[in-house]
C-alpha cells in the first residue's frame, strides 16, 4: 500500500523478514534489482565520499596481517577512516544476491 502522507510517500511494510521487508518496498517503487557499488560508497562514520589510496600510503596504519592480504583500499575524504574487503563486504554481497534473487 502506497500512501501520501505530507507529500511524503510511504510504504505500509508487514513482516519481520528483513529480505522481504526490502522487497516490498522495491517492488512498491519499481526497483528490478539491487547493486552494490564500492564507486559510490559512504564512510559509516561521518557520510564523507570514500576514495580509493594506495596501498603504500596506508602501511603504517593498518594491521600487518591486513596489509599483506588485501590489495585494495579506501579512505574517508572527510575523517580519514580507511576501508579493505573483508568478511563484512562478502556478507553484503551475499545479501544483495539474495535481495536480487528474490525480487526474481
Known amino acids: 500500500m502506497l500512501k501520501k502522507i505530507g507529500g511524503i510517500t510511504t510504504v505500509l511494510i508487514r513482516g519481520n523478514d528483513e529480505i522481504e ?16 557499488d ?4 559512504r564512510c559509516v ?5 570514500i576514495e580509493a589510496i594506495d596501498k603504500i600510503r596506508i602501511m603504517e596504519k593498518v594491521p ?8 585494495k583500499f579506501w579512505s574517508c575524504k572527510g575523517c580519514k577512516k580507511l576501508y579493505w574487503e573483508g568478511t563484512h563486504l562478502v556478507k553484503i554481497q551475499e545479501f544483495v544476491e539474495k ?3 528474490r525480487l526474481k
Open 21 to 36: 521487508q526490502i522487497i516490498q518496498i522495491a517492488k512498491k517503487i519499481g526497483l528490478s534489482n539491487f547493486v552494490l
Open 38 to 41: 564500492t564507486n559510490s560508497s
Open 45 to 49: 562514520d561521518c557520510n564523507g565520499k
Open 64 to 71: 600487518p596481517r591486513i596489509y599483506e592480504r588485501q590489495e
Open 99 to 101: 535481495l536480487n534473487q
